[in-house]
């Protein structure tokens, strides 16, 4: 693109950002034509795309992907599952908060290639195929634990690896065990009343 162009609409970091995107957007499939040209002597560089497979709410996704991608961009940005939050990018809020192998995981500080091979939940996934919520979900519809709900995805997904840790047995606990995400609105009372809702409803199941 000329710089004209560039100059006429788009801020060179938009361009750059909006090229790196649709390039690494591509299924693998997509790549074989470059697959199939001779290999250079030339080291791989860091913006080689890696093939990564995961399976992210039991579906396999076959992926080409920037080394530098984060688990959380590549949910959002190259899969369109906006459901988990970047709230900070520096695993200090646990917004991205996803389950990888059934383990919580800062999605912002795993990078994708990590998870070759994993399972991932997010939030999209909880909902059953009938469409009846999870308890957790529910938990926190019932009990108002949410205001803005930008964090409430990362607190869902917090509180079910915290529930399936054992780590939920009092209140006390379950403060301790969420006090990695942080929510603004000051929901917190009531996020430990839906867990606490949850967690017997999931240990009466
Ligand atoms: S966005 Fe990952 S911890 Fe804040
Ligand atoms: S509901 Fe708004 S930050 Fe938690």
């Known amino acids: 693109m000329s710089e004209a162009k560039i100059a006429s609409g788009l801020s060179r970091r938009m361009f750059m950002t909006a090229s790196v995107s649709a390039v690494a957007a591509m299924p693998l499939v997509n790549s074989s034509k470059s697959a199939d040209q001779p290999t250079s002597a030339k080291p791989a560089g860091p913006r080689d795309l890696s093939a990564v497979s995961m399976r992210i709410n039991k579906q396999p ?3 080409a992907l920037d080394n530098r ?3 959380l961009d590549a949910l959002r940005d190259h899969i369109g599952l906006t459901g988990t939050k970047k709230g900070c990018d520096h695993g200090q809020c646990g917004a991205c908060t996803v389950l990888v192998d059934g383990k919580r995981v800062l999605s912002c500080l795993s990078f994708a290639i990590m998870n070759q091979g994993r399972e991932i939940t997010t939030v999209e996934g909880l909902v059953s195929t009938d469409g009846e919520l999870h308890p957790v979900q529910q938990a926190f ?3 108002d634990a949410f205001q803005c709900g930008y964090c409430t995805p990362g607190q869902i997904m917090s509180a079910i690896g915290c529930i399936n840790e054992g780590h939920a047995g009092s209140e ?3 403060r301790e ?3 990695g995400n942080l929510c603004r609105c000051a929901a917190y009372p009531n996020i430990v009343a839906a ?3 949850a967690r017997d409803e999931i240990r009466r199941a």
């Open 61 to 63: 996704y076959n992926l």
């Open 177 to 179: 065990y969420m006090s």
């Open 69 to 71: 991608t984060s688990l």
């Open 195 to 197: 867990i606490v809702q």
């Open 141 to 143: 519809v019932d009990h």
């Open 172 to 174: 006390d606990d379950i």
